[in-house]
């Protein structure tokens, strides 16, 4: 029974981890309707800058997270500017295509530069408090992956905030709603769909920093997690930010509970059949506007 | 005789807001009734109901002797019901002969004869000429009896407009209308329509049913309902009322 | 106009790899074999992604599907190729039936997912499930056949000809396919497809039950995936499941058919023969020799695709070729 217990804590800390992983998405395909095969792409980029700067100048992923973050909102903006932009308007599957083409770019550029090895980063901060536990109730938290989660959740909420409570959040529902309406009022839709796809990026990509203190870096990591922010994305129910926390923290936990009775290959198997039976009840997911 | 359409109160409401609360009405074989009603009176909710993308919460839907309550929409389709839409869903990337084409396909699996049938539909409505144009890119009058054309290829018993006079210049109005008075006559349809215009639905109509709030307020010939106290205080207030 | 082009076309693909096999290579029939198998699974996907318009990203499942059912049949069974090709089809159409039923409660974006969650549940089941042989899979032995004809109905080439043999095997199997899926183009299903793209609750609004055309437009699609699938055991000689579910066999026709023009019949035709061949020419150009293992032709690959999708979005097909040569009735589009 403590076994169990102890899946489920171990669970919800990944579950923070994979919130953040998924809130980009959220804002760039449930409020913006934009769909984006490159999402794990943009992570994996957060996860080789973190390895290289810390390999080159000795800078802990957690600090590293601000140039991380600064670089990839502006690659965001960028990919939306030059690229996004010209697919937008027109058939869904092209704007998959388009962003296919880019995980082709961005994956083998990577594997170009640095070849496809895998790569570890070494002696972080976290990975130093490596021995550190905390025993609460008879469950066990290693410290590590409870700090990750927390400022996993720290920077979910203030992504939520930023989303709910201000101003610039409340434009950007606006714009996802109804984009004409939107303009009416003074909203430039462009700058706020730049904007959210820097945003998106900058926030996986930050993701990335931080699960480089727990996985091994190389360049095929992103679509792993490209297709489980999808399944959170959905399970949540779109546009819902609160939902994406909800059903990765769900994800979390099945994941390993499933490891505890199940040959790991079934972990992402059990996760899509939940989706699938609560598609099945809930056909706009848990917190779905539709 | 049983009336062909038949609504036994019914009542839909969304959360908290009432769109139809116990409405009752019929619609007898071969006559054309207006529905009218201020905005938001639950007219469309009414014609969602009927059509079977809602159901109503209580209450019943009895059409050609069947219950329809809690049918889909494809089914009560093909029992005789037909309609066309507020905001005009033509299929925008097929051409206007094939739109009608589908519809035709409800009544027969050859194509041919369907594209004959949509052939017919086309001239009757006035679009000869239109047929390989995209949907996407007609005028909206054009859509608008692309709609109808589309829905009358079903061979419906029953006809429901709503709002298929909206955004139309007064000469296609006047068109609009004696296509319907057409269809009426040449095909025998029973016609419900959804107006605004009064100048169109009043002359128009047998029989005028009247929603305000979700509620119906008034039922009868359109002479004698333009009278109606409730009727007038619903459109323009109280003062009006008492002329 | 179309009539001639259509006969050029057809008189190119069977007399291409007669020249070049005369030659010695082999290299370019496996290249026109590939065309054509993406060609195929790209007008497959056309019916539920291009007529139906529904996201469906899982169709690979069921060339999975069809490969094992035409394996165990061969292997356990002893029953031919072509035959097994019948199985592997019906087998597919009806799973994918039965499970895509209930799926059609969801639309758009969450159908998507779905279709993937199938595809991440059935994975992990091949691998580990035994009777079929689990993670290394089933092995077709080869058999060698002393006429062409043998060889042609058991579908095993082997030898000097055998790139020649699966280039006119897939060749029949893709002009079966075009065949059938212009017939559905033009029929009730192909009409009843496309209303459900454009406007789901005015084509149920006409009659049109769109669950139950949703699951027929999958079931074709799985059943053209399906016979891709047997054609690829057959070749590769080995399913298991790594190869067979790879989520490439569903990625690259839709890239195709996007290319090429999605909705349109030729369009994935048009652009298999456009992207195979250039990703085959980066491979080797710039895969091999001193710029190896570094991923520089998937780069530029990637390029490509980005450039076609930013400058022609609506795909190749809908340039004004029409106006370029002459102009042409406005076919079903």
Same mark, same amino acid.
């Given at each position: 029974m403590t076994e169990l217990a102890q899946a489920v804590v171990n669970g919800l800390q990944m579950g923070f981890l994979y919130a953040l992983v998924a809130v980009g998405l959220t804002i760039i395909w449930g409020l913006m309707e934009m769909i984006n095969f490159a999402h794990g792409e943009f992570l994996m980029l957060g996860m080789f800058g973190a390895w290289w700067l810390s390999a080159s100048f000795r800078l802990d992923p957690l600090l590293a997270i601000v140039p991380i973050a600064l670089v990839m909102y502006v690659f965001g903006v960028l990919v939306y500017r030059h690229l996004m932009r010209r697919v937008q308007g027109g058939d869904p599957f092209t704007q998959i295509f388009a962003t296919i083409g880019l995980l082709f770019l961005l994956q083998n550029a990577v594997v170009a530069g640095f070849t496809s090895d895998y790569r570890f980063v070494n002696d972080t901060l976290l990975q130093r408090l490596g021995g550190a536990r905390l025993n609460v109730l008879g469950l066990t938290f290693a410290v590590p992956l409870l700090l990750a989660a927390g400022l996993a959740l720290l920077l979910f909420l203030i992504l939520y905030m930023l989303i709910e409570r201000t101003e610039f959040g409340l434009a950007l529902q606006a714009t996802s709603e109804d984009r004409d309406a939107a303009r009416l009022v003074g909203i430039r839709p462009q700058r706020m769909f730049a904007v959210a796809w820097g945003v998106g990026a900058a926030l996986v990509a930050i993701a990335g920093a931080i699960l480089v203190n727990f996985f091994s870096v190389y360049p095929q990591v992103g679509l792993q997690f490209t297709v489980l922010a999808y399944a959170i994305v959905a399970l949540g129910g779109f546009g819902s930010i609160l939902g994406t926390l909800f059903a990765a923290l769900l994800v979390g936990v099945i994941q390993s509970v499933t490891v505890v009775y199940l040959p790991p290959a079934f972990k992402d198997a059990f996760v899509f059949a939940s989706y699938l039976l609560i598609g099945l009840f809930r056909p706009q997911g848990l917190f779905g506007r539709f | 005789m049983a009336a062909l359409l038949r609504l036994e109160s019914s009542t839909k409401s969304f959360g908290g807001l009432l769109?139809?609360?116990e409405v009752s009405l019929t619609i007898e074989t071969g006559e054309i009734v207006g529905l009218i009603g201020p905005n938001g009176a639950g007219k469309t909710t009414l014609f969602n109901c009927i059509t079977g993308y809602m159901h109503p919460d209580t209450g019943r839907i009895v059409f050609d002797g069947h219950d329809i309550t809690h049918t889909r929409p494809e089914r009560i389709c093909h029992a005789g019901v037909a309609r066309t839409w507020q905001v005009v869903r033509a299929f925008g990337r097929m051409t206007a002969l094939e739109n009608i084409v589908c519809g035709a396909l409800q009544r027969t699996n050859r194509i041919a004869e369907a594209r004959a049938r949509a052939r017919d539909l086309l001239q009757f409505t006035g679009m000869q000429g239109r047929g390989d144009m995209p949907a996407a890119t007609l005028t909206l009058a054009d859509k608008k009896r692309l709609e109808i054309a589309r829905a009358l290829a079903t061979r419906p018993k029953l006809l429901l407009l709503d709002e298929a006079m909206s955004g139309l210049t007064p000469t296609e109005t006047t068109a609009a209308v004696k296509l319907v008075r057409r269809i009426h006559e040449e095909m025998g349809v029973s016609i419900c329509v959804v107006e605004h215009v009064m100048e169109v639905v009043m002359p128009l109509s047998h029989r005028v049913v009247v929603l305000d709030y979700g509620v119906k307020i008034a039922d009868g010939a359109p002479d004698v309902v333009v009278r109606d106290e409730q009727v007038i205080r619903a459109y323009l207030g109280e003062r009006r009322a008492h002329r | 106009m179309a009539r001639i082009a259509l006969v050029i076309g057809a008189l190119a693909a069977i007399l291409y790899p007669i020249p070049l096999q005369l030659q010695g290579t082999t290299y370019y029939q496996t290249v026109g074999f590939l065309v054509l198998v993406n060609a195929m699974l790209g007008l497959g996907w056309n019916v539920i992604g291009g007529w139906a318009g529904q996201f469906d990203f899982g169709p690979q499942v069921f060339f999975g599907i069809g490969a094992y059912t035409a394996a165990l049949l061969y292997v356990k069974l002893g029953v031919d190729a072509w035959l097994g090709l019948l199985g592997g089809v019906v087998v597919a159409a009806v799973i994918c039936a039965v499970l895509t039923y209930p799926l059609t409660r969801l639309r758009g974006h969450y159908f998507a997912i779905s279709t993937v969650a199938i595809w991440m549940i059935v994975q992990p089941i091949g691998a580990t499930w035994e009777y079929i042989g689990a993670a290394q899979g089933l092995f077709i032995p080869v058999k060698t056949h002393n006429t062409i004809l043998g060889a042609a109905l058991s579908l095993q080439f082997s030898g000097p000809t055998k790139a020649l043999g699966y280039y006119y095997a897939a060749l029949v199997l893709f002009a079966v396919t075009l065949a059938l899926m212009a017939w559905v183009e033009r029929s009730k299903l192909g009409f009843y497809f496309r209303a459900i793209r454009d406007d789901q609750e005015a084509a149920e609004g006409i009659g049109i039950d769109s669950r139950l055309y949703k699951v027929i437009a999958r079931s074709i699609t799985a059943a053209v995936f399906a016979a891709a699938g047997v054609l690829y055991a057959f070749w590769a000689l080995s399913v298991f499941p790594e190869q067979v579910f790879e989520l490439n066999w569903s990625t690259l026709p839709i890239m195709a058919t996007v290319v090429g023009g999605? /909705?349109? !019949?030729?369009g994935p035709v048009l652009g298999a023969a456009i992207l195979i061949p250039i990703s085959q020419i980066m491979s080797t150009m710039l895969g091999? /020799?001193? !710029?190896? /293992?570094?991923g520089i032709d998937l780069i530029v690959y990637g390029l490509i695709i980005i450039v076609i999708a930013a400058f022609r979005p609506t795909g190749l097909l809908s340039l004004p070729w029409a106006r370029w040569f002459r102009r042409e009735r406005a076919v079903v589009a």
């Open positions: - | 769109a139809n609360r | 999605i /909705g349109r !019949l030729w091999t /020799g001193p !710029l190896a /293992g570094r």
